[in-house]
Structure formats: structure tokens, C-alpha cells
């Protein structure tokens, strides 16, 4: 059986989307979404049986950001081999290939791998980067209620990204990646928004789980969420809110991995917008 590695082309989408439901739940629409918006800014490199792709990563260019010091990284999102060609070192082989291209060309890789996998990645020479503080609150009839909220541009919503964190090391994404994401939030039927609290212009990303808002990014701490919590709740009917906040937002031990990073050029890098 004739084996390869090489990139996919747009001739490979009917056999990557077969191979992504092969791995992941998401449905066919989801999928077909997810590269009629971003196979043309991503790489995404294939180990080929006969021609046909079996594993799969997608690399997304991003930076790490410290002050006025940005390092090239990539990405891996969505690796995965097809179920009967597993345990056979084709997605190793990919993951390998991308390692080896870091390190010569100077970037770093970085992912979010499900606590199942943590061992696999760290094999490979993947560590544990960052975590997430996870914040919970309910609707709090003591919260404020006059909150007005408006939509953002993805444009506009980067722009804020970047000034609310740029006194840490953070993940810098283009515009593209920031657009894909408030086009998946709205998609799975969230909403991203500003706010005015304390005079300042705050951001979220938040989408209904259930009766739990998913608030998968914000610049707003725990007290000022507490304080929003109410109208938050009343504006997606949910019954609580669960924040996704930097490793020390909440002044307890954070549980939930955010990275894991190869060859990487700083420390605890606050990462987000990872398409989970």
C-alpha cells in the first residue's frame, strides 16, 4: 500500500470531512463551515494511504505576544487519524514532521490537548503551558440590571483582545482567526459583544450550553462578572454562568489545561480562542 505525507488540497475535502467525523462528533455542516472558512489560511498536512488521507492535523499561525515582542507559533487543531488506521504512528508521523519544521525555522508549536491525550503529547515532547480558572456565578439579584450590551466586529473585538492583555504573554491571532471565531460563536448560537462597566469598554464571547452561558473569553474579572451575571443570564435565558478566565483570575488552583507548547519562546502564554 502506497504510502505519503503531504498537504491537502481542495480535491482532499470530501475525504477529510468522511475522516473528521471519523474522529470528532461535530456534523457535516459544522465541518463543511469549518473549511469553506478556513482552508484557504490554514496548512493542513495529510499521511495518504494510496493517496487517500488517514490522519490529519491543521495548522494555524498565530504568535506569542509579550509587549512589543511577538514569536511566530502554529496551532494544531483537529488531529486525528481514521478509526482502522490507528495505533500505527501516521498521526506521529505529522505531529514529528511539524516539530521538526518548528524547530529549523524558528517557531513554536502549541495545542489543547482533552485530558485523555496529555500523556500521548507529552511523549512527543509537548509540556504543559497554561491553564484556565474556571468562574462560576449565578444570576444574582443583586447584580446590576441597567447593563446595556452591542455587538462587536471581529475586527473591533481583536482590537480589544489585544489592549486587554497585552501586559502578559498572551496568543496574538490575525483578524482571519478572530473572524472564524465569532462566525463558529454565532453559528452555535452565541453572541459577541461589548459592554460599558466602571466607564470602561469590556468584550465577551459567550454561547448557551444547555441553561449554562459559556463564556469562552472575556477581559472582565470575577467581581465585575458577578456584577453582570444577572443581565448576562436574563440576556441568553441561562440559569448560570461559566467563565473562562487566565490561570490566575480566580486565586484558586486552576484544573482546566488551556496549551501545551513545543520549542516555545515564553512562558505561561494566556491561550484562548481555541475552537473548543
Known amino acids: 500500500m502506497l504510502s505519503d505525507i503531504r498537504l491537502a488540497t481542495e480535491e482532499d475535502l470530501p475525504e477529510l470531512i468522511k475522516l473528521w467525523r471519523s474522529c470528532f462528533d461535530d456534523s457535516e455542516e459544522y465541518i463543511r463551515f469549518f473549511y469553506r472558512e478556513n482552508f484557504s489560511r490554514i496548512s493542513v498536512p495529510v499521511y495518504t494511504l494510496n493517496q487517500r488521507p488517514v490522519s490529519m492535523i491543521h495548522l494555524m499561525d498565530a504568535s506569542f505576544a509579550d509587549g512589543a515582542d511577538e514569536y511566530p507559533v502554529r496551532f494544531i487543531y483537529a488531529a486525528g487519524t481514521r478509526s482502522d488506521c490507528r495505533c500505527k504512528g501516521y498521526l506521529r508521523s505529522l505531529i514529528d514532521l511539524a516539530a521538526g519544521s518548528a524547530k529549523e525555522n524558528g517557531y513554536g508549536l502549541f495545542l489543547k490537548p482533552s485530558p485523555a491525550l496529555t500523556g500521548y503529547y507529552s511523549a512527543?515532547?509537548?509540556?504543559?503551558?497554561?491553564?484556565?480558572s474556571i468562574f462560576t456565578a449565578g444570576p444574582g439579584e443583586d447584580g446590576r440590571k441597567d447593563i446595556a450590551f452591542y455587538p462587536l466586529t471581529p475586527e473591533e473585538y481583536n482590537l480589544l483582545r489585544d489592549r486587554a492583555f497585552s501586559g502578559r504573554p498572551f496568543v496574538k491571532w490575525q483578524d482571519a482567526h478572530v473572524r472564524w471565531c465569532v462566525d463558529e460563536n454565532a453559528f452555535c448560537g452565541g453572541q459577541t459583544l461589548a459592554l460599558k462597566f466602571d466607564e470602561n469598554v469590556h468584550f465577551l464571547?459567550?454561547?448557551?450550553?444547555?441553561?449554562?452561558?459559556?463564556?469562552?473569553?472575556?477581559?472582565?474579572?470575577?467581581?465585575?462578572?458577578?456584577?453582570?451575571?444577572?443581565?448576562?443570564?436574563?440576556?441568553?435565558?441561562?440559569?448560570?454562568?461559566?467563565?473562562?478566565?487566565?490561570?490566575?483570575?480566580?486565586?484558586?488552583?486552576?484544573?482546566?489545561?488551556?496549551?501545551?507548547?513545543?520549542?516555545?519562546?515564553?512562558?505561561?502564554?494566556?491561550?484562548?480562542?481555541?475552537?473548543?
Open 124 to 132: 512527543l515532547g509537548f509540556a504543559e503551558d497554561s491553564r484556565f
Open 205 to 276: 464571547m459567550a454561547c448557551p450550553a444547555g441553561n449554562v452561558l459559556r463564556i469562552t473569553e472575556t477581559d472582565l474579572d470575577p467581581g465585575q462578572l458577578k456584577s453582570v451575571s444577572f443581565a448576562l443570564c436574563k440576556l441568553f435565558g441561562a440559569a448560570r454562568l461559566e467563565a473562562y478566565l487566565p490561570e490566575d483570575a480566580v486565586g484558586e488552583d486552576p484544573t482546566v489545561i488551556s496549551s501545551f507548547v513545543l520549542n516555545a519562546p515564553l512562558k505561561h502564554t494566556y491561550a484562548n480562542l481555541l475552537l473548543f
